[in-house]
Every structure is written in structure tokens, then in C-alpha cells.
Antibody, heavy 117, light 112 residues
């Protein structure tokens, strides 16, 4: 059974940094592109970016690429999202998803990030 | 970037009815391989987001046949025949033709 489990969220102050993790199981992690998607409290979905199966290529939403970095450790079947200089508008639930091209076929339960002083 | 418009924020229906959810793109989602890069997702409270349809009309594994994706170019539809109680959820369309990938605003199916 494919499982994606995010962690690392919580309450963070504006301007701080935060690193989210997503541990994958039930499939060969190193075979798949992976993506991060976030959903605002108002339910708006936003694609953050994706990473190639070997970690050699990443692609980001232009509005986020200067502050967010996606990486992966295939030996640990883990996907990461490094967030820096966070703002109130980064308050959202962050989802790890499998895939990147035609389809995001599996999603995690999500991890909440709240940016507030 | 490509904008996806889901006009209906909510649709009220009764179980057993047929419903159609539309998604309009600001430009064609047809790629040179002949496929449309439009997919549909279902989000239910307490459940992980579920992929239903990709390439506009291909059901993902295990998705019931009552879910039907159709459309081409810039106009796409997700139809659900004989709506079941478990189908009351939020539905999103997503384009992955061009980066940044973009979602529609979502359409919530509500019980009439």
C-alpha cells in the first residue's frame, strides 16, 4: 500500500525557516517524480514544485522559487521541503504527492503550517 | 500561467442524480502527443486526496465507472452518474501542461 506521511509542520514566526519531510512507503521511491502542493485555509490549491526521481532536476512555482527548496533522499525514501523567510500567506496545509507529469496519483494526509507572531 | 476556472463553487444534488462539474482553461491543454494534460481530484474530509481522472478522460485504477471525464481543448467536464453518498466532496481540476501547474478553485458537491 502506497503511503506518504508528512511531518515537520506547526506554528512558526514570520521570517523563520521550516523544513517539512515526507516519508514514502509501499513503492520504489527512487522511480518516481515527487511534488509538493499546498492548500490554504480557504481551500485554494497551489502547486509548489516537483523533483525528478534522481533529484537531478527541480521545478518551482515562480512565486515561491526564491524561498522554497525541494530535495529528496532516495536512500531514506524521504522528500523534503525547505521553507525560508516564511510569511503569513504561507499558512496552509502542505501535501506531498507522487508524480509530476500527467498525474499526482497518491497524496499524503498533509501537514499544517501556521505562520504567525 | 494557465488559469483554470471552475464556475460552480457548490452544486446541490440528491443521491442517485447525475452531476457535471466543468473546468475551463485559459488556453488549450492539448500537447503534441495528442493528450490533454488535465486531471481531476476528489477531496473528502478525513481522507487523502484521491486522483480520479488524468489525460482528461482516463480513470485511475479502482475509480468507479460512474466517474466520467470528458472534454478537449479548453473545456473539460467531470460527470458523476448516479451520485453515491460517498461522492459528496470537493472536486478540483489540475493542468500539468505548462509550469507552473495550476488548479481550479474547486467545486463542492452538497446534499440537496
Amino acid at each position: 500500500e502506497v503511503q506518504l506521511v508528512e511531518s515537520g509542520g506547526g506554528l512558526v514566526q514570520p521570517g523563520a525557516s521550516l523544513k517539512l519531510s515526507c516519508v514514502a512507503s509501499g513503492f520504489t521511491f527512487s522511480d518516481y517524480w515527487m511534488s509538493w502542493v499546498r492548500q490554504t485555509p480557504g481551500k485554494t490549491m497551489e502547486w509548489i514544485g516537483d523533483i525528478k526521481y534522481d533529484g537531478s532536476y527541480t521545478n518551482y512555482a515562480p512565486s515561491l522559487k526564491n524561498r522554497f527548496t525541494i530535495s529528496r533522499d532516495n536512500a531514506k525514501s524521504t522528500l523534503y521541503l525547505q521553507m525560508s523567510n516564511v510569511r503569513s500567506e504561507d499558512t496552509a496545509t502542505y501535501y506531498c504527492t507522487r508524480g509530476g507529469g500527467s498525474l499526482f496519483d497518491y497524496w499524503g494526509q498533509g501537514v499544517m503550517v501556521t505562520v504567525s507572531s | 500561467q494557465i488559469t483554470l476556472t471552475q464556475q460552480a463553487e457548490s452544486l446541490w444534488i440528491s443521491p442517485g442524480e447525475r452531476v457535471s462539474i466543468t473546468c475551463r482553461a485559459s488556453q488549450s491543454l492539448l500537447y503534441t502527443d495528442g493528450k490533454h494534460y488535465l486531471s481531476w481530484y476528489q477531496q473528502r474530509p478525513g481522507q487523502t486526496t484521491k486522483a480520479l481522472i488524468y489525460h482528461a478522460s482516463v480513470r485511475t485504477d479502482g475509480v468507479p465507472t460512474r466517474f466520467i471525464g470528458s472534454g478537449s481543448g479548453t473545456e473539460f467536464t467531470l460527470s458523476i452518474e448516479h451520485v453515491q453518498p460517498e461522492d459528496f466532496a470537493i472536486y478540483y481540476c489540475l493542468q500539468t501542461l505548462k509550469s507552473p501547474y495550476t488548479f481550479g478553485a474547486g467545486t463542492k458537491l452538497e446534499l440537496k
